[in-house]
């Protein structure tokens, strides 16, 4: 299978994903009733981001022709670790694997082994050659380069079993807002779904806000009302439910709409149904320590992502900001 055909084949899968069949939907509520973090909506999402984003046949040969791919390459047997915290999170790897021209077994997620699949089997039905390059695997084994992704703790173990083999492994991250205090209501409310997006399951949600002395949250917290039915969903209920009572018990300070809570603290990491926030003073000592700080997967704001574009990674925005095709043309 030559590279034109291997980009046809997915700007194909993004055309049959913009029609929504019946057989995808039955897909998606599965799906759906198999993880409950994973809402129609949210699938809905992430499947647009993707159709919209990645399988975009022009943007798919811009990016072929960048790095310059041909049909000469040496094909590697490349085993990929994919997350499951949010609908399709390894999209972008099997993408990257299957239009450089190797070959790849993924090791699914439990929280996410069912729409990833099922696209894999529909690329099976259109072009039965798509086997002899992709596979479904429950364990790696024998693979010539590893791409995983996972926590902090699984991160270790990646690197015990993969270490000796080339290898990209990803561990915790997470993402945060830089604010000044002029920012539009239009501005706060694409925050917001920054913040609340997959709620706030991904690393590129933004857990963290940096705001000036004085800030007015007021209308930040109004921006939120557009998810004030997170409060319906009991999952997502129950957690806001749980960190509002250890707010109580520990007479800790907090803001909230009732949807959402607002907590001062140092720690870029927040917990479900949270968002912390800090004061800064000097906004360029402020970026020098984020882009330093390995914690932190992408910043929104002025000059940086454009607010309500966190979660809408292209086909060059690469996790932790390695270059996973230019990895792979390496092999």
Partial sequence: MNLQKRIDLMSFLGDYLKQNPEDWQLAKQKASIKNPWFTENFIEKATGSITEHFLDFKKLHNWAAHYHLDDLIKPAHVGIVMAGNIPMVGFHDLLTVFISGHKQSIKLSSKDDVLI?????????????????????????????????????????????????????????????????????????????????????????????????????????????????????????????????????????????????????????????????????????????????????????????????????GLFTYADGVDTMQFLLGL
Avoid: W
């Avoid at 259109?126 to 926590?151: M, Q, V, W």
């Avoid at 140092?266 to 320590?289: C, M, P, R, W």
């Fill in 117 to 313: 699949s099922f696209l894999v089997e529909k690329l099976y039905e259109h072009n039965p050659e798509t086997r002899d390059f992709i596979t479904i695997a429950d364990k790696l084994k024998g693979c010539d380069a590893y791409i995983a992704t996972g926590s902090n703790q699984t991160a270790k173990h990646f690197e015990e079993y993969f270490g000796k083999y080339p290898n990209i492994i990803r561990c915790n991250r997470t993402s945060v807002a830089i604010l000044n205090g002029k920012e539009s209501k239009e501005q706060l409310e694409a925050l917001s779904e920054d913040i609340h997006m997959y709620y706030g399951l991904g690393c590129r949600n933004v857990t963290k806000l940096f705001v000036p002395e004085h800030y007015d949250f007021v209308p930040l917290l109004q921006s939120f009302h557009q998810f004030s039915y997170f409060r319906d969903y009991h999952k997502y209920s129950n957690n806001y439910d749980f960190q509002l009572s250890l707010l109580l018990l520990n007479n800790n300070m907090y803001m909230t709409n009732e949807t959402t809570l607002l907590v001062e603290s140092k720690n870029n990491f927040s917990a479900i149904g949270v968002v912390h926030y800090e004061y800064y003073n000097d906004q360029t000592n402020l970026k020098e320590i984020l882009y330093n700080n390995t914690e932190i997967q992408c910043i929104v704001g002025e000059n940086f992502i454009p607010f309500g574009e966190s979660q809408q990674p």
